[in-house]
């Protein structure tokens, strides 16, 4: 807008010396403004001497240091240096409070800090090189491990949980083969193969304490962390792909078996005794059922034949599994995974045991009341893979032998122990509830 048109009688200046004079000015003003900020990036803040400005990055939390990481790369630079030098008073970690027996809500601020400094060391790496990233965890590991320190009470300890939060936190977003990478460089900056090796190699429980160290840093670096499932089955898949199919067995019972406790796996439980109520049969299948349901509907990495390999080798190592134990397992692992045993074992002509694990499927959803139509399905898609009559017929015959054994093995007990007599309930009740079912088929 021009003034003068509203200043008519106003004399208009002849020469433009001042108005030369004010745009040079101006001019210098923004070369200057434009020095100074190509000489110093971070305004005012990059005059302050280096000592000062970490002394300031003291008194922001860790979430502000972070934030701090994607405002320029000049910043990230200064807050890089103030991480990898002076990261210490009000930012310093607790090394040692991890390997101590925490409380709950102590363990979760923890799991929060490791969480936080995770996002931070990402966004300070950003721009690094995978190898210069994995030298940064790796440095960290070494802090953390609790190999490195005297650690007393290992399963309780959440120095590896809190290292897996940081883990899974740098790397969330990175790809399979960064991912992969990562889990090549920490089992080999721990030895992790070696230990495995020496673990699957030799009988079980030779090396307990070695069996209980695998299934800590396994379950608490790559497998607890995961938010979804399928990161799971893509870690689980990392630490059972490399080995045959009777060591990914022993592995697998290693990590998610119920029978863990004192630090000692049980390896002989599932040949022994059996759970008592529907609570205790969680804690005994519970773990494996939904790995290998993982594997089976959330991996591309396992075939349908691998998964049944995988339960046959796992349910008669070290020794058979009572074959209650057999059916508990396969009812919590859902209709599909017991429908291909089964069948397998239909093709393979196997009815003896095919015979009696159908007919404890049935005690065990008369045990835990649940209903036997499920099992029935099962029995009915196992019957069309059998070719002749002859053979489905024979089947079926074999089932109610093995119930008629059941009912008279128990009977011989039932007067010397009256606690067989809830056995012998269920046994009948069970061969009852099958004969029903089979007629309206």
């Not at 190509?38 to 300031?56: A, V």
């Not at 059922?289 to 796992?314: K, T």
């Amino acid at each position: 807008m021009d003034i003068k048109r509203y200043l008519p009688n106003k004399k208009v200046r002849r020469s433009d010396r001042l108005v030369l004079k004010e745009m040079h000015c101006q001019g210098k003003e923004k070369q200057s403004a434009s020095n100074f900020s190509s000489t110093f990036p971070l305004g005012f803040f990059d005059t302050i001497p280096l000592e000062l400005r970490f002394n300031i990055f003291q008194f922001l939390s860790i979430e502000d240091l972070s934030m701090l990481m994607i405002t320029s790369k000049k910043m990230r630079n200064l807050a890089e240096a103030y991480r990898v030098t002076r990261f210490s008073g009000p930012h310093s970690i607790p090394f040692q409070k991890i390997h101590t027996v925490l409380a709950v809500e102590q363990q979760a601020k923890m799991l929060s800090l490791f969480h936080k400094l995770g996002r931070l060391v990402k966004r300070s790496t950003c721009l690094y090189a995978t190898k210069d990233r994995l030298n940064i965890l790796n440095e960290f590991l070494t802090r953390v491990a609790c190999c490195n320190t005297t650690c007393k009470d290992q399963p309780h300890c959440v120095a590896l949980l809190c290292y897996g939060k940081f883990l899974h936190t740098v790397i969330a977003g990175w790809d399979d083969s960064e991912c992969q990478r990562v889990y090549d460089s920490v089992c080999q900056h721990l030895c992790l193969l070696k230990m495995v090796k020496t673990v699957v190699s030799s009988r079980p429980g030779q090396h307990s304490e070695l069996e209980s160290r695998v299934r800590l840093f396994f379950r608490r670096i790559f497998l607890d962390p995961c938010n979804t499932i399928s990161d799971k089955a893509f870690w689980i898949s990392r630490v059972l792909k490399p080995w045959p199919i009777v060591f990914q067995a022993r592995v697998l019972y290693i990590l998610y078996t119920g029978h863990f406790s004192g630090g000692v796996i049980k390896w002989h439980e599932m040949s022994e005794t059996t759970p008592h109520d529907i609570d205790n049969s969680s804690a005994f299948y519970g773990g494996l059922s939904s790995v290998l349901q993982i594997l089976h509907l959330h991996s591309r990495e396992w075939s349908h034949d691998e998964i049944v390999c995988i339960i046959d080798e796992l349910t008669s190592s070290p020794e058979d599994w009572l074959l209650e134990n057999v059916a508990g397992l396969l009812l919590s692992c859902g209709e599909s995974i017991t429908t291909k045993m089964l069948s397998s074992k239909a093709i393979n002509g196997r009815y003896g045991e095919l015979a009696g694990i159908i007919a404890y499927l049935c005690l065990v959803c008369v045990k835990y009341q649940f209903d036997l139509s499920q099992v029935m399905v099962v029995l009915e898609s196992v019957c069309s893979v059998i070719d002749s009559c002859k053979n489905k017929v024979t089947l079926l015959n074999r089932i109610l032998d093995f119930f008629k054994e059941l009912i008279m093995d128990t009977h011989e007990f039932t007067e010397s122990d009256d606690g067989n007599d809830t056995e012998f309930f269920y046994h009948v009740t069970a061969m009852t509830e099958f004969t029903k079912h089979l007629l309206q088929l």
